[in-house]
């Protein structure tokens, strides 16, 4: 069983990061799986269950590592202070890599509620469902299906362009153009791009459009003069 970092006496601790320092790789492995503890320590208040543990540890691990490499006993400070740092960085980068795969898959399973949703709604009722009544046959907020069907579905019709022989110069300027739109509506507020959308692309009026955000045709109005304002200056540059 390898000794703990805390078991070495200081005068073991010094010559361990002499040799350490000298390259002896035997020194560097003892430094580093002496301190596994303190990366055990970490990762156990940060992860939610046993698998995320194992995830976050690997994580602590590497940043260990790095802090066993990169530490000077003539920093004045322990070792275990310099290290948690590090520790922490690699753990909590990781937390967010694995709270992005999450985000991802949850958004993937709500759009197709949605999808599924807007099919049995239009063909109970005849006509396209507004955002609210998807909402409320899912169970989500008005707000929250329209970041979902803003965002996704603009990445999907992306990624769904095929690009042949043919049509490569076409579809190239159909790209272009698109990440062009997409690049400028970044600087409107959600709710005027939504706007914009509906009414230049999909071709609701601003009635329809007020219906469905909840809002006043005059509130709607206002929103996308604003809009256009912006665009229009951005255009101008």
Known sequence: MEKCYGDFSDAEKQILWLKCKDGDGKAREKLIDGNYPLV????GKLSFNNDEYDELFQSGVLGLIKAVDG???????????YALSFIHGEIMRQKERIRGVKRQRNTEVLFSKIKAAEKELREGSGYEPSFGEVAAKIGESTENIIWIMENYKENIALDEICITDENAINNYEIVENRLFIKAILKEVTAKERIILLEHYINGKTQKVIAQELGLSQTQISRLEKAALKK???ITQM
């Open 231 to 233: 665009l229009k200056k």
């Open 71 to 81: 530490f000077d006993q003539n920093l004045g400070v322990a070792f275990s202070t």
């Open 40 to 43: 055990g320590a970490v990762a």
